[in-house]
């Protein structure tokens, strides 16, 4: 037979009720006179469990770090976005309407200013109501409810199991609150309590705080709230689902007004106030603010990349969990390098050179990434997507400018964008951009050694490998200068069979181009094992390639990308960051060789007059023209505008864009970097240039060496000549030059730039090669 619970402690009758209350009222040390006498001396068990319970505890806690949101700015200091679990943003108690304050007062703790935190009034009130009626009548005090909200987010930050939240506290909660409501009003004044209490408390969702939910459902600041908006929001705090206007307005709306009888009641307003506040409306003007990059718009992409450093980066916590709370609770303000404005010019001309909302462009895409030489600082990361991880037309959460492990796509076949480092290994190894290619070799054998001193046994092979131009009168020999700036696939391979792949490898990797053509995903070195990554068969991101070119316009200085400069939380407590990160990666004397070639591609074949110089830069092509490229700079701005496919890269003839229906039309038979990523380059730099230096690149390129006495003509030396007018008869329809070429490099590779190139599927390891123009 269970035993019989003693009516003295069971809280479901009238007399365990009344000593509970008792319990409780030991700790205040205050009984009203008269107060249920009666029943004091039966009361006695509960008065000693309660002081016991009140003895034991301390007289104070620890009063945990509000959560604050924390912002991402532009360079500028302009609000990007803003990262919370609770969007609270604290203000002074000056700068909260009179009529909030005493709004909260009237409706919550009509005695605030009277008591010591414990109102007895209140609590014999509430206890008499619930030991004589079905319902529940609480009495705690804004201290009371200030220690709670204290409490519970100690145990939300601590990650403690026991909950104090509202309709899960015991009656030891319950005496805890109260003993530390009396500590709190030793320590603090009474506007102290209640600014932290308005500063605190949960208004709706995710709103905490009177500034939050003034802007939340008036947008307006807490210091300017009216009468009536100061009511209905303190009418909130007792149940903030249920009072919310935007759900239940004729809920709000009676709430409200009891709030403004209160008031009358009290005192707090005049007949007239009331009469006046109480016949108007909700007058609601609600705003959105969304925690996240959402709500980043054009700068979404840029604000996923900022919070993924954040994310991994050990200075700003030991392990991911206390990185997380840092950036959504610590009130962190992140200053970062975007230019905010031009990036929502790039936004513009993305979307505008691949329309997102096009029903053929599901898997086209455009993005745009600039760096700033001299301090490697991201000045702009855009794409043509919305940043969305709902399904439909034109919503990505992928970045193309950036890794995959910093929420990128993978990369892309980086194409002829890629060929400026054979140059700068040829010029390294002794040659000049005057010497002279035997570019007519279309076919390497898996015999053909190629030199790579930094692998083991010093060399490497390239299978079968047939390396296609674009147009087949290109196959001859050529300056180094012409096939770079003609891009021809067959010349930059013959210049890379005559060098040590390991030359080229060292310039990619000393100027940040990384491999992320791995299964893992994880960026590597780029490796000379296969030669075509000479034409571009790897994938490269564009951020790397927007900073490699930047140490082409700074003199061979390469700088590190960099998105943030300082970090700094609501305490003042600055975080490290990195800072300018800059090495001499390539001889100043190679790049301006280099560049007296890359300029005149940028300004002739590209700009063509629209984009004021100097300029310089390169194209891009893949096979299939599944990516295309253009990286162009000035001493200011380095920019890569990529246009291509993220699901279809493969060369299967569905994934190709030649002839492709593309923004709703048809494209070219042959597409390449001329057809859209160069002319979203143009249209970008063109007024993106206007903001950044435009000095000269320094350095003049050397001239051609004087040439040797010439000798008795050969008989093929009139098909040379031959040859070189029709080269000269080219530069009037450059586009039509561009090579189109990539490989796989894993046996099955083919490149164009200026072709197809095809290696037999029986030879293993084979590479593929891609150029472009």
């Known amino acids: 037979m269970a035993a019989k619970k003693s009516p003295f402690f069971d809280t479901a009758t009238t007399l365990g009720k009344i000593v509970a209350f008792f319990g409780i009222s030991a700790l205040c040390g205050v009984l009203a006179a008269g107060m249920l006498v009666p029943v004091a001396a039966i009361a006695k068990t509960g008065l000693t469990t309660g002081n016991n319970i009140v003895s034991a505890l301390p007289s104070t806690f620890e009063k945990l770090p509000i959560p604050e949101p924390s912002e991402v700015l532009d360079s500028d200091g302009k609000l990007i976005a803003t990262f919370y679990e609770q969007n609270r943003d604290p203000v002074d108690l000056e700068d909260i309407s009179p009529y909030m304050r005493k709004a909260i007062v009237s409706v919550e703790d009509e005695r605030f200013y009277e008591h010591s935190g414990i109102d007895p009034k209140g609590i014999a009130r509430a206890v008499i109501n619930n030991a004589t009626s079905s319902s529940r009548s609480g009495a705690s005090t804004l201290t009371q409810q200030y220690v709670n909200n204290l409490l519970v987010n100690n145990q939300i930050l601590t990650g403690a199991e026991e909950s104090t939240v509202s309709g899960s506290k015991d009656y030891s909660d319950k005496i805890r609150e109260l003993k530390y409501a009396v500590a709190i009003e030793k320590e603090m004044s009474k506007d102290e309590i209640l600014e932290g209490y308005l500063n605190l408390v949960l208004f709706s969702g995710r709103e905490y705080g009177v500034q939050a939910a003034a802007q939340r459902f008036f947008s307006v600041d807490a210091k300017d709230l009216n009468l009536q908006q100061s009511a209905m929001l303190a009418g909130m705090v007792q149940l903030p689902n249920v009072y919310n206007p935007l759900k239940n307005p004729e809920r709000s709306l009676d709430r409200r007004n009891k709030v403004l009888g209160n008031m009358y009641r009290t005192g707090a307003i005049t007949k007239k106030e009331y009469d006046e506040a109480v016949k108007s409306d909700l007058g609601e003007d609600p705003s959105k603010s969304s925690s996240g990059c959402m709500a980043a718009d054009e700068n979404a992409n840029f604000c996923d990349y900022v919070s993924k450093l954040v994310l991994s980066d050990s200075n700003f916590g030991k392990t991911k969990e206390d990185r997380e709370n840092l950036l959504f609770r610590g009130g962190m303000t992140i200053k970062t390098t975007l230019n905010s404005a031009l990036n929502k010019k790039a936004a513009k001309d993305a979307r505008e050179a691949i329309d997102p909302k096009a029903k053929s462009n599901t898997d086209v895409y455009a993005s745009v990434v600039s760096v700033e030489p001299g301090t490697g600082n991201i000045?702009?990361?855009?794409?043509?997507?919305?940043?969305?991880?709902?399904?439909?037309?034109?919503?990505?959460?992928?970045?193309?400018?950036?890794?995959?492990?910093?929420?990128?796509?993978?990369?892309?076949?980086?194409?002829?964008?890629?060929?400026?480092?054979?140059?700068?290994?040829?010029?390294?190894?002794?040659?000049?951009?005057?010497?002279?290619?035997?570019?007519?070799?279309?076919?390497?054998?898996?015999?053909?050694?190629?030199?790579?001193?930094?692998?083991?046994?010093?060399?490497?092979?390239?299978?079968?490998?047939?390396?296609?131009?674009?147009?087949?009168?290109?196959?001859?020999?050529?300056?180094?200068?012409?096939?770079?700036?003609?891009?021809?696939?067959?010349?930059?391979?013959?210049?890379?069979?005559?060098?040590?792949?390991?030359?080229?490898?060292?310039?990619?990797?000393?100027?940040?181009?990384?491999?992320?053509?791995?299964?893992?995903?994880?960026?590597?070195?780029?490796?000379?094992?296969?030669?075509?990554?000479?034409?571009?068969?790897?994938?490269?991101?564009?951020?790397?390639?927007?900073?490699?070119?930047?140490?082409?316009?700074?003199?061979?200085?390469?700088?590190?990308?960099?998105?943030?400069?300082?970090?700094?939380?609501?305490?003042?407590?600055?975080?490290?960051?990195?800072?300018?990160?800059?090495?001499?990666?390539?001889?100043?004397?190679?790049?301006?060789?280099?560049?007296?070639?890359?300029?005149?591609?940028?300004?002739?074949?590209?700009?063509?007059?629209?984009?004021?110089?100097?300029?310089?830069?390169?194209?891009?092509?893949?096979?299939?023209?599944?990516?295309?490229?253009?990286?162009?700079?000035?001493?200011?701005?380095?920019?890569?505008?990529?246009?291509?496919?993220?699901?279809?890269?493969?060369?299967?003839?569905?994934?190709?864009?030649?002839?492709?229906m593309i923004n709703d039309v048809r494209a070219p038979k042959m597409v390449d970097s001329s057809t859209y990523a160069a002319p979203l380059w143009v249209d970008f730099m063109e007024e993106a240039v206007l903001e950044y230096d435009r000095s000269s690149f320094g350095g003049a390129p050397r001239s051609a060496p004087k040439p040797k006495p010439a000798p008795k003509p050969k008989e093929d030396d009139e098909d040379k000549k031959e040859d070189s007018e029709k080269e000269d008869s080219k530069k009037s329809d450059d586009d039509k030059s561009e090579a189109t070429g990539n490989g796989n490099g894993n046996g099955n590779g083919n490149g164009n730039g200026n072709g197809q190139n095809k290696s037999k599927p029986t030879t293993p390891a084979k590479p593929g090669d891609d150029s472009d123009d």
């Open 379 to 660: 000045l702009t990361m855009a794409q043509n997507t919305t940043y969305s991880p709902t399904e439909g037309l034109g919503n990505s959460v992928w970045n193309f400018n950036v890794e995959r492990s910093l929420g990128g796509a993978g990369g892309f076949q980086g194409g002829s964008t890629m060929k400026p480092y054979t140059t700068l290994a040829w010029l390294k190894e002794g040659h000049n951009m005057y010497d002279t290619i035997n570019a007519r070799k279309p076919l390497y054998q898996t015999s053909d050694r190629w030199k790579a001193s930094c692998l083991p046994g010093g060399s490497t092979t390239a299978g079968e490998w047939e390396v296609n131009n674009a147009s087949r009168g290109f196959y001859r020999s050529m300056k180094v200068d012409y096939g770079l700036y003609w891009s021809i696939n067959s010349a930059t391979v013959q210049e890379a069979k005559k060098l040590d792949l390991c030359t080229i490898t060292d310039y990619v990797n000393k100027l940040g181009v990384m491999d992320q053509s791995g299964d893992n995903g994880n960026p590597a070195p780029m490796s000379p094992q296969n030669p075509s990554f000479i034409i571009g068969s790897k994938n490269i991101t564009p951020l790397s390639q927007a900073a490699a070119f930047a140490a082409f316009a700074n003199k061979g200085e390469y700088c590190e990308p960099r998105a943030i400069t300082s970090v700094v939380d609501k305490d003042g407590t600055k975080y490290k960051v990195p800072k300018r990160d800059c090495t001499q990666a390539v001889e100043p004397q190679y790049v301006a060789d280099l560049n007296g070639t890359l300029k005149r591609i940028a300004t002739n074949r590209v700009s063509k007059g629209k984009v004021a110089g100097p300029i310089a830069g390169k194209t891009g092509t893949n096979n299939g023209a599944t990516s295309t490229w253009f990286v162009g700079y000035t001493t200011g701005i380095s920019t890569a505008t990529w246009v291509g496919r993220v699901d279809g890269q493969s060369e299967l003839e569905e994934n190709q864009m030649h002839g492709a």
